[in-house]
């Protein structure tokens, strides 16, 4: 069982990432999937969730109407499309399966002028 993030980088204020998760290892379409990320010095905290079909998801305040999470159960993957990102987006990303408790290894994403 393996989570595998990408897309993470190095933006400016105002710009777009598009982070994607590659599971393997089960059966992908069977499981809620979630985003969370860690900043320097604070807890992590639940970003977006996505359920096993995709019809549901849900988004942190603080994150609503500038992310996006989406899922292509034929590709084993799930998305966190980042639009108008600001300096306190700036975290590692991880993407997490509810069930059983399994962690990506993370990808980090700096907005910064």
């Known amino acids: 069982v393996q989570l595998v993030e990408s897309g993470g980088g190095l933006v400016q204020p105002g710009d777009s990432l598009r982070l994607s998760c590659a599971a393997s290892?089960?059966?992908?379409?069977?499981?809620?999937m979630r985003w969370y990320r860690q900043a320097p010095g604070k807890e992590r905290e639940l970003v977006a969730s996505?359920?096993?079909?995709?019809?549901?998801?849900g988004y942190a305040d603080s994150v609503k109407g500038r992310f996006t999470i989406s899922r292509d159960n034929s590709k084993n993957t799930v998305f966190l499309q980042m639009n108008s990102l600001k300096p306190e987006d700036t975290a590692v990303y991880y993407c997490?399966?509810?069930?059983?408790?399994?962690w990506g290894q993370g990808t980090q994403v700096t907005v910064s002028s």
């Open positions: 996505i359920s096993s079909g995709g019809g549901g998801t």
């Open positions: 290892g089960f059966t992908f379409s069977s499981y809620e």
């Open positions: 997490y399966r509810v069930t059983g408790r399994i």
